[in-house]
């Protein structure tokens, strides 16, 4: 946790086909009830359910923030949440939604939403870590206020690649490129997570606009989590078996050529920092990756 036209036909590895792994198939056909779908995991009690558990929010003030993660881990699928962030001014704080894995050499999928003066927009901060290191961020603007109502906020992960999604449009597609030696996230299986906790020394403007304390509490809220993905056990049937079922299941999906353009629209538009771009930060060459024409 922190920050198009293919040129390489990328195939999933018949390899990880061979992946051994424990876990059973799942599928979420409905929102998830927060009592029985999460943990709150910190913040003395700032972290809350409503509504017979349709609801929750987190809360930060100047003594504590607050995080909840997931009952489950998953390998693999299609993760949803609806968020509505922090209203007016939210500058220095940061509300983080993500899926990590346990372990000093984590996998992570990340999302931070990096709050800002009254009027102006939020960033959204995206990275992808393997074995403990990430350095791959890419950061965007939205196309409507993420304040004012809930938005669906999704990740897509299977063997083949990592989509982020914002109300179904794609923001960020990740591909597994192993075979360039691009580390991938695809043996560990992961909790979802979320945390509303002060970044005030980097996260608006590099540290230099400050949380105003008298507009807190700050508040969060969550609803209709949903996730149509492999939860990890310790039975005997393979996420990776599953996903052979159906071309269509999110283990094996793909960005249609629709949603490759949805793709570019955004990155075109939206996106305010790509790695791939920032030669400043990798004096010695860019990431394999970024050499590709269709880069992560």
């Given at each position: 946790?922190?920050?198009?036209a293919?040129l390489l036909c ?13 876990v ?14 999460i943990?709150n ?5 700032r ?5 017979n558990?349709?609801?929750l ?9 607050s995080?909840?993660q997931?009952?489950?881990e ?5 993760i949803?949440?609806?968020?509505k962030?922090?209203p007016?001014?939210s500058?220095?704080?940061v509300?983080?939604y993500y ?9 992570e999928i990340?999302y931070?939403f990096?709050g800002?003066?009254?009027g ?5 901060h995206t990275?992808?870590?393997?074995q403990g290191k990430?350095?791959r961020e890419?950061?965007?603007y939205l196309?409507?206020?993420p304040?004012?109502d809930f938005?669906t906020?999704s990740?897509l ?10 109300d179904?449009?794609?923001i960020r597609?990740?591909k ?5 030696g691009?580390?991938?996230p695809k043996?560990?299986?992961m909790?979802?997570?979320s945390?509303?906790?002060n970044?005030?020394?980097w996260?608006?403007?590099?540290g230099?606009i ?13 609803r209709?989590?949903?996730a ?8 005997t049937?393979?996420?990776i078996?599953?996903s052979?079922?159906s071309?269509r299941?999110p283990?094996?999906r793909?960005l249609d050529s629709a949603s490759q353009?949805?793709?570019k629209?955004?990155?075109r538009?939206?996106?305010i920092?790509d790695?791939?771009t920032?030669t400043k930060?990798f004096?010695?060459g ?9 880069k992560s």
């Amino acid at each position: 946790m922190a920050s198009a036209a293919c040129l390489l036909c990328y195939k999933i590895p018949a390899v990880l086909m061979l992946v051994h792994l424990i876990v059973a198939f799942m599928t979420a056909a409905s929102a998830g009830n927060f009592y029985e779908s999460i943990d709150n995991t910190w913040g003395d009690g700032r972290a809350k359910i409503f509504r017979n558990g349709e609801l929750l929010t987190l809360s930060l003030d100047k003594a504590s923030g607050s995080g909840f993660q997931s009952k489950n881990e998953y390998l693999f699928g299609m993760i949803n949440m609806q968020i509505k962030l922090v209203p007016g001014n939210s500058a220095g704080t940061v509300t983080a939604y993500y899926l990590r894995s346990e372990g000093s050499s984590w996998d992570e999928i990340d999302y931070e939403f990096l709050g800002n003066q009254s009027g102006d927009p939020y960033i959204v901060h995206t990275n992808v870590y393997s074995q403990g290191k990430g350095d791959r961020e890419q950061q965007f603007y939205l196309w409507f206020d993420p304040t004012a109502d809930f938005h669906t906020y999704s990740i897509l992960w299977n063997p083949g690649l990592i989509v982020f999604y914002v109300d179904g449009v794609p923001i960020r597609e990740f591909k597994n490129l192993e075979s360039i030696g691009v580390p991938y996230p695809k043996n560990k299986p992961m909790r979802i997570h979320s945390s509303l906790w002060n970044a005030d020394d980097w996260a608006t403007r590099g540290g230099l606009i400050k949380t105003d304390w008298t507009q807190a509490p700050f508040t969060a809220s969550y609803r209709n989590f949903n996730a149509n993905a492999c939860v990890w056990s310790f039975t005997t049937s393979s996420c990776i078996s599953n996903s052979k079922s159906s071309n269509r299941a999110p283990h094996s999906r793909e960005l249609d050529s629709a949603s490759q353009e949805k793709l570019k629209w955004v990155q075109r538009n939206y996106m305010i920092y790509d790695y791939c771009t920032d030669t400043k930060r990798f004096p010695q060459g860019l990431p394999p990756e970024c050499t590709l024409a269709n880069k992560s």
